[in-house]
T-cell receptor, first 112, second 111 residues
Framework: GENVEQHPSTLSVQEGDSAVIKCTYSDSASNYFPWYKQELGKGPQLIID?????GEKKDQRIAVTLNKTAKHFSLHITETQPEDSAVYFCAAISQAGTALIFGKGTTLSVSS | DAGITQSPRYKITETGRQVTLMCHQT?????MFWYRQDLGHGLRLIYYSAAADITDKGEVPDGYVVSRSKTENFPLTLESATRSQTSVYFC??????????FGPGTRLTVL
């Protein structure tokens, strides 16, 4: 089945710096790749997603890139702010096409 | 509009007891999911449902039972709780357009 690897597991940056989180997936048939942000004590919330027919997608300070050939996708956060501190999860749709397979998460800490 | 809710938010139980975690969504989404979240493992799928009366196993189904008699509810039952089932449980739903919406979670402790 699908397997998603996520790196790094922890990431510390200074306010205003950029942060990059990378994920690789195993199933070349996967076609949907969301990113979720989870704040302490809350459920994961979708922040951006990308489909396999698109190479890059941006939403203000957040962008996601997808390299289908290499089977990896990345989350880019520019001009980080303390409120960006959270756990970020990448995911890919499974072979069955219904359930998401998640990476193990990246804890991002933004210090001011 | 409540969206997706879970109850209880916190639960402490003892080994061997039966526990049911509730999930309710107001969007009439077809698909509903149960995940558990543990340190070092991320989010792992327990069970999911494509519609009322249709359920299927995920990655870690052992020890859990689900039912879906109504579209809006998807309860998860631990028939005989074990310490290894101490975790945070998240319910999610989607219309099938891929974006999943998560509930706030239930923190379960099995003593």
């Amino acid at each position: 089945g699908e397997n998603v690897e996520q790196h790094p597991s922890t990431l510390s940056v200074q306010e205003g710096d950029s942060a990059v989180i990378k994920c690789t997936y195993s199933d070349s048939a996967s076609n949907y790749f969301p990113w979720y942000k989870q704040e302490l004590g809350k459920g994961p919330q979708l922040i951006i997603d990308i489909r396999s027919n698109v190479g890059e997608k941006k939403d203000q300070r957040i962008a996601v890139t997808l390299n289908k050939t290499a089977k990896h996708f990345s989350l880019h956060i520019t001009e980080t702010q303390p409120e960006d501190s959270a756990v970020y999860f990448c995911a890919a749709i499974s072979q069955a096409g219904t359930a998401l397979i998640f990476g193990k998460g990246t804890t991002l800490s933004v210090s001011s | 509009d409540a969206g997706i809710t879970q109850s209880p938010r916190y639960k402490i139980t003892e080994t061997g007891r039966q526990v049911t975690l509730m999930c309710h969504q107001t969007w009439s989404h077809s698909y509903m999911f149960w995940y558990r979240q543990d340190l070092g493992h991320g989010l792992r799928l327990i069970y999911y449902s494509a519609a009322a009366d249709i359920t299927d196993k995920g990655e870690v189904p052992d020890g859990y039972v689900v039912s879906r008699s109504k579209t809006e509810n998807f309860p998860l039952t631990l028939e005989s709780a074990t310490r290894s089932q101490t975790s945070v449980y998240f319910c999610a739903s989607t219309s099938g357009a891929d974006t999943q919406y998560f509930g706030p979670g239930t923190r379960l402790t099995v003593l």
